[in-house]
């Protein structure tokens, strides 16, 4: 992977065309990540304060 700080990639709809999941180490190594995206698409960031929910798990009747 050209960037392993991507930890996960999603495409989506409405105004965002992808949401992506990266771990970095400071704001510099975020700038660095975001620096990489530029040429390819205009960025928006957010940072993850609290976890509000994560890692569910569906459970689908009929399906073990």
Not at 6 to 14: N, Q
Not at 29 to 46: A, G, I, K, Q
Request: aromatic share 8%; hydrophobic share 45%; charged share 20%.
């Amino acid at each position: 992977a050209k960037r392993p700080e991507i930890l996960e990639a999603y495409r989506v709809t409405g105004i965002d065309s992808f949401i992506i999941k990266v771990a970095v180490t400071d704001q510099v190594h975020l700038r660095e990540v975001l620096d990489f995206f530029m040429p390819y698409v205009s960025t928006t960031t957010s940072v993850v304060l609290t976890p509000i929910v994560s890692s569910r798990t569906i459970k689908v009747p009929g399906i073990k």
